[in-house]
């Protein structure tokens, strides 16, 4: 998806919001919120994000009160590849870091109907789904916070530093990726073979 939007004339906007979407792990009214003043670049070895909760806050004349799932604030450490993608943005005079095609305010329903039809329609050839199966073409913007469990699990980062970044205290996503990834383990582990026909006596001369 990203090579492809890459290669699209106007479609790098896109690649940013599906690039910031798979390495954090947001929903996508928490990156479309997302302010450049939530970011510091030179905390931490990456930098860090930080997300406020601002539901009990008095608001500040038309600026929208801000507001996480779970009531509460959370921060995260920032991907080296979200950094260099962070550092190249020129910085839009309202504040927010993402943006759509024509620099406006992101709204999720035209987002969605974007990526359906801008990018998950012309590659759906190229990664067919069985028929009456869920594959590619039926990913959404949710997607991409799956996919953030998933490579975290895959890569070894903790259920607990994850649930964490994602802003939960109990999470049944989670869990059900780091199972598959255990499943996958055992699944690696058994098709080691030490020896092409290991027997008792070979056991014993091993």
Known sequence: MLNFCLQQDGLNWLRRIILGLALTGLRISELANLRWSDIDLDRGKHGMIQLVDETTQRRRGKETIRSTKSGRNRSFPIHTELRKMLLSMHRHIDGYVFHGSRGGRLKADTLRRILIRDV?????????????????????????????????????????????????????????YYHLHDEEAHRQMGSLRLFDDLSDDGAAEA
């Open 120 to 176: 998950l329609e012309p590659l759906a050839e190229q990664f067919p789904t069985p028929k009456d199966e869920v594959g590619f073409r039926d990913g959404r913007l949710h997607s991409f916070r799956h996919f953030f469990c998933s490579l975290c699990a895959n890569s070894g980062v903790s259920v607990q530093a994850v649930m964490h970044w994602l802003g939960h205290k109990e999470s049944r996503m989670v869990q059900h």
